[in-house]
């Protein structure tokens, strides 16, 4: 068995690295538009949070299938105003698809998801065995 160093912001460039990675092979790629994400790691969990704006909760498609995070949906929302013989109709609509790889530390069983004013949150703990363990050291 080989002793290697501890990279303490390793895990966190790994997963920034596969979720840029993920990010290009798909995210665009059959989209109409890509909502922005904030991604964080937390000692226990991932956590990424996802604009939405306009997007009904039943619209939103999340899947996790041979270690990738899929998100997809669709939008469409139509505003009509008149005003002293002016009318003005603005549609807005279009399909997303995002995709991240996630790295050999999440949990695919316990991943969630819900929606609150127009910011999707997914929360992926991290499994047991990857959990930060604390050695206690004895004095001899």
Same mark, same amino acid.
């Given at each position: 068995m080989a002793i290697t160093r501890y990279e303490p912001w390793g895990l966190l460039n790994q997963l920034q690295r596969e979720l840029e990675r993920g990010a290009?092979?798909?995210s665009t790629a059959t989209a109409e538009w890509a909502p922005t994400v904030d991604i964080k790691e937390e000692p226990e969990r991932f956590l990424i949070h996802a604009? &939405? $704006?306009g997007v009904e909760p039943e619209k939103i498609d999340v899947s996790m299938e041979d270690g990738v995070l899929t998100i997809k949906g669709?939008?469409?929302t139509e505003a009509e105003s008149e005003k002293e013989g002016y009318k003005r109709v603005?549609?807005?609509?279009g399909s997303f698809y995002r995709r991240f790889?996630? $790295?050999?530390t999440a949990n695919p069983d316990a991943i969630s998801a819900a929606s609150k004013h127009g910011v999707l949150e997914i929360v992926i703990p991290k499994r047991e065995a990857v959990q930060p363990?604390? &050695?206690n050291v004895t004095v001899q």
């Open positions: 290009v092979e798909g604009d &939405i $704006p669709e939008k469409k603005e549609r807005t609509y790889s996630l $790295p050999d363990k604390k &050695i």
